[in-house]
T-cell receptor, first 117, second 110 residues
Framework: DTEVTQTPKHLVMGMTNKKSLKCEQHMGHRAMYWYKQKAKKPPELMFVYSYEKLSINESVPSRFSPECPNSSLLNLHLHALQPEDSALYLC????????????????FGQGTRLTVV | DAKTTQPPSMDCAEGRAANLPCNHSTISGNEYVYWYRQIHSQGPQYIIHGLKNNETNEMASLIITEDRKSSTLILPHATLRDTAVYYCIVITGGYQKVTFGTGTKLQVIP
């Protein structure tokens, strides 16, 4: 199984709502990533978890709150978002706990298309 | 990570080889060259990577120049399903902070 599964595929939420994005992988990968991608732009790194601990936070606003409850699951909790947060949110995982490199690759999910109204 | 430069767009006739260049003139000795592609509205997909030798797999070939300052991704027989944005990324082994550049939008034309 070389899949990273993201749910939901689409999400529409109001600015006062609280919602969560979920990401799951069963490849035994110890690094998991959240990326944000606006239309016609490359993915931008948000967070990295390594061995279930947050290792990188790219100065992401606190209205985005990541969580890694176990080695297979990664959540992104959303609260009080703004319309400009509308984007494709991508989850990825890689075998090497120190990143993409050292002769390994990252696997991406299909993303959650988030619209904030 | 070393910065990469790619042409913003390219066209390729279906059935012909697509050659996508990438410049990474500031690459250092322990940095790998990776290629990913992103088909419209899907997650990025790994294609191939290399350190200094040329590499080939079932999807593509990667040619890295001897000085490692540039590389070319070759899709030997492009199909319409290869239409995508192709990202060339240079990654230090063990580095987690991976940055995607703007990529090349490849349009395969029937």
């Amino acid at each position: 199984d070389t899949e990273v599964t993201q749910t939901p595929k689409h999400l529409v939420m109001g600015m006062t709502n609280k919602k969560s994005l979920k990401c799951e992988q069963h490849m035994g990968h110890r690094a998991m990533y959240w990326y944000k991608q606006k239309a016609k732009k490359p993915p931008e790194l948000m967070f990295v978890y390594s061995y279930e601990k947050l290792s990188i936070n790219e100065s992401v606003p606190s209205r985005f709150s990541p969580e890694c409850p176990n080695s297979s699951l990664l959540n992104l909790h959303l609260h009080a978002l703004q319309p400009e947060d509308s984007a494709l949110y991508l989850c990825a995982s890689s075998q090497e706990d120190r990143g993409f490199g050292l002769n390994t690759e990252a696997f991406f999910g299909q993303g959650t298309r988030l619209t904030v109204v | 990570d070393a910065k990469t430069t790619q042409p913003p767009s390219m066209d390729c006739a279906e059935g012909r080889a697509a050659n996508l260049p990438c410049n990474h003139s500031t690459i250092s000795g322990n940095e790998y060259v990776y290629w990913y592609r992103q088909i419209h509205s899907q997650g990025p997909q790994y294609i191939i990577h290399g350190l200094k030798n040329n590499e080939t797999n079932e999807m593509a070939s990667l040619i890295i120049t001897e000085d490692r300052k540039s590389s070319t991704l070759i899709l030997p027989h492009a199909t319409l399903r290869d239409t995508a944005v192709y990202y060339c990324i240079v990654i230090t082994g063990g580095y987690q902070k991976v940055t995607f550049g703007t990529g090349t939008k490849l349009q395969v034309i029937p």
